[in-house]
T-cell receptor
């Protein structure tokens, strides 16, 4: 049972380039989400999805796009990378995402550097 | 917007000393979750509290949720080197699908 799998683990981009961070889970979770983690700022929610075909914005959505065509996959797209997007990105999933669901399962993270 | 303040930002302890981190929310929370993140790792769920005044224990860890469901604490008794990492609290506020996260408390064991 792989849990939540993120790729790539490390990526270096130049300003203006685009890329997609991949996230897949094999737990049949309805809820999936993307966070970014910056030093001293904890985790900030970028986008989330409560099921296939349904996505919504979190706290810091600007510069990022998501889609959810299947239950398993939730890719995060950076359309035109900026140095401010240098961060560690985590994908996380849970059964339904609601307050009574319980734990979030996190992927191992993707460290992105934008030059 | 809703915020969860977590203090302290860092805590240096000698191995064997106790450690406590506190979270305070600007509004009432539906629940409080605690996660641990080892250096270079990802957050790992520890526990969830949902009832006013709830107290739960996991071996040397004690978790509390305040009566007003606006504050919480994690206390570790007799810290060990395996406790090193950053501890985060997070709770659901007005939005059922968005967790509000504290900034974390980093536990550092003095050599």
């Amino acid at each position: 049972n792989a849990g939540v799998t993120q790729t790539p683990k490390f990526q270096v981009l130049k300003t203006g380039q685009s890329m997609t961070l991949q996230c897949a889970q094999d737990m049949n979770h309805e809820y999936m989400s993307w966070y970014r983690q910056d030093p001293g700022m904890g985790l900030r929610l970028i986008h989330y999805s409560v099921g296939a075909g349904i996505t919504d914005q979190g706290e810091v959505p600007n510069g990022y796009n998501v889609s959810r065509s299947t239950t398993e996959d939730f890719p995060l797209r950076l359309l035109s990378a900026a140095p401010s997007q240098t961060s560690v990105y985590f994908c996380a999933s849970s059964e339904t995402g609601g307050w009574n669901t319980g734990e979030l399962f996190f992927g191992e993270g993707s460290r992105l550097t934008v030059l | 917007g809703q915020q969860v303040m977590q203090i302290p930002q860092y805590q240096h302890v000698q191995e064997g000393e106790d450690f406590t981190t506190y979270c305070n929310s600007s509004t009432t929370l539906s629940n409080i979750q605690w996660y641990k993140q080892r250096p270079g790792g990802h957050p790992v769920f520890l526990i969830q509290l949902v009832k006013s005044g709830e107290v739960k224990k996991q071996k040397r860890l004690t978790f509390q949720f305040g009566e007003a469901k606006k504050n919480s604490s994690l206390h570790i008794t007799a810290t060990q080197t395996t406790d090193v990492g950053t501890y985060f609290c997070a709770g659901h506020g007005d939005s059922n699908y968005q967790l509000i996260w504290g900034a974390g408390t980093k536990l550092i064991i003095k050599p």
